[in-house]
């Protein structure tokens, strides 16, 4: 089955600009679609792809669903306090928005406590 392609994008814009080469893949797998399909695991009927830490924006691993029509990746951290996964980190960014690198620190901003609070993983 053919890869969303929000999916592909959101896959390459949750990669540090640094640790992803769209054209390298593009030349082996022949585009970023062909090469997660080939690179997915598969789990119960559907597809997952993981960001390595240290390729990630967040500076955390990001799991991807393939298959989500909501075409997000799958959330792994949420709140320390009310366990919501609603939550932001500070990035450093250049004047186009792009996003360079993170803070990388424990520390989030939870749009449901509506305050500075600490990450943890999820638990389901
Ligand atoms: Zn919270």
């Not at 609603?86 to 901003?109: G, L, M, P, Q």
């Amino acid at each position: 089955m053919k890869i969303n392609l929000s999916i592909v994008e959101s896959f390459i814009e949750a990669h540090r600009p640094d640790r992803i080469d769209v054209d390298h893949i593009a030349k082996h797998f022949g585009s970023v679609g062909a090469y997660l399909e080939h690179v997915c695991r598969r789990e119960s009927g559907r597809r997952y792809v993981e960001i390595a830490a240290i390729d990630s924006v967040t500076g955390h691993p990001i799991i991807f669903d393939l298959e989500d029509i909501n075409m997000k990746p799958k959330k792994t951290m949420c709140c320390n306090d009310c366990g919501s996964d609603n939550i932001e980190w500070r990035v450093w960014a250049d004047e186009n928005n792009k996003v360079s690198r993170t803070c990388e620190d424990r520390f989030i901003f939870c749009n449901d406590c509506e305050e500075n609070k600490t990450w943890t993983n999820k638990t389901n």
